[in-house]
């Protein structure tokens, strides 16, 4: 059986378009693709300033390097962040420890993550988002060691994460996730804090209050009671 070469030629063709294909789906691979160590020049795209703050005693870029090269040469150096559900289980629990400051670092990380994911090659904010969700792996196991920081509001001093602990969270699902969150109402709360801060401005201001007596102490005027009520469109007594 006879091929013409106008065949060969295609076929050979589309052999080079799926491997470049498959190349350049490969998350962190090095040109070469034999090396066991991660291209860390993906994330020159953004400088991280973050590290210094979450981990001090790191000397890369991120906190957990040996352990990101194993968890990813593991994967054949594939993305870990690629299905979307994965991504919106992960942020609004990193948004809340940002917002509780009990973790030094964590805001400026947000943003060198939301930076990283607007470039065109992803690979970069796929490396720091592993990174950063040890980093919180490791913050909710210290919480359980000693939860009184949420109470006094001092900060979360991390330890060393092992890489059993680590891989222990790996293959990545949402149920994983989910079960660092520590309580069930934490999505619900969320929801309803989203939707408070979403709600228009109160138009109550100091020019619809008005204040005709002086309020004695440990006792509030009938007539104040009424125009609060009004003000506010609560009628009942």
């Known amino acids: 059986m006879r091929c013409n070469r ?6 050979i063709g589309s052999v080079m378009t799926i491997s470049a294909l498959l190349a350049s789906g490969s998350a962190l691979a090095t040109e070469n693709g034999a090396s066991s160590d991660l291209d860390w020049h993906v994330l020159d ?3 991280v300033n973050s590290t210094a703050s979450l981990c001090s005693n790191s000397t890369v870029k991120v906190c957990n390097g040996g352990i990101l090269n194993t968890l990813y040469a593991k994967n054949n150096f594939m993305p870990y962040w690629l299905n979307l559900a994965l991504v919106n289980a992960i942020m609004p629990q990193l948004q809340a420890l940002a917002d509780s400051n009990t973790l030094p670092g964590m805001k400026q990380r947000l943003k060198e993550l939301k930076k990283l994911e607007a470039l065109p090659d992803e690979r970069g ?4 988002l592993t990174d950063t969700y040890l980093v919180y792996v490791d913050y909710v196991h210290q919480l359980m060691l000693d939860p009184r920081p949420l109470y006094n509001s001092q900060p979360v001093k991390l330890t060393p994460l092992t890489l059993k ?10 149920q994983k996730i989910h ?22 401005a109160n138009p109550l201001d100091s020019s619809n209050v008005h204040f005709d007596e002086i309020v004695p102490f440990g006792g509030i005027p009938y007539f104040m009671v009424v125009k609060w009520r009004q003000c506010f469109g609560i009628w009942a007594i």
């Open 6 to 11: 106008k065949k060969i030629s295609t076929l």
């Open 45 to 47: 795209g953004v400088t």
């Open 125 to 128: 904010f796929d490396l720091l």
């Open 165 to 174: 602990m680590a891989q222990s969270y790996f293959p990545l699902t949402v």
């Open 179 to 200: 079960s660092l969150i520590p309580s069930s109402l934490f999505v619900p709360t969320m929801d309803v804090i989203n939707r408070l801060l979403n709600l228009p």
